[in-house]
């Protein structure tokens, strides 16, 4: 392990940080007995980051990471559900309530479906 107070270079034989791009348990503890208030910008990757989400991604080598188009779909999944639960709670305590929750869900299937056959007939048609 070697620390350049100057620099704030970290530099550990486990390599966890040029594998991985995160700080070993090493490095942190070299930072705090330095008494390092704050982890240098250099080993905060912006993947890491809070702003990461928007705009381009870049691993260690600087190549563009792809985002995962599952994450967006999975994050509208769990936001359904989290909806359809609320209802389920709401309505389930009375049977008018239970059959109200019942129509809009089929009513709300047949809209995506329509809208789907709609989407389909119209790329179908260009």
């Known amino acids: 392990m070697s620390f350049d107070r100057a620099s704030t270079s970290i530099a550990c034989s486990c390599r966890k940080f040029e594998t991985f791009s995160i700080l070993c348990s090493h490095a942190l503890k070299v930072i705090e007995a330095n008494d390092v208030k704050v982890i240098p910008e250099k080993y905060i990757l912006r993947r890491w980051a809070r702003e990461a989400r928007s705009g381009v ?55 995506i479906m329509e809208r789907r056959s709609q989407a389909n007939k119209d790329i179908h048609d260009n």
């Open 57 to 111: 991604v870049q691993d260690v080598r600087g190549k563009a990471v792809e985002a995962d188009p599952k994450l967006s779909r999975t994050r509208r999944y769990r936001q359904v559900v989290s909806n359809f639960i609320k209802g389920a709670v709401e309505a389930s305590p009375c049977e008018e309530d239970l059959k109200i929750v019942e129509d809009c869900v089929d009513d709300m299937r047949k809209k």
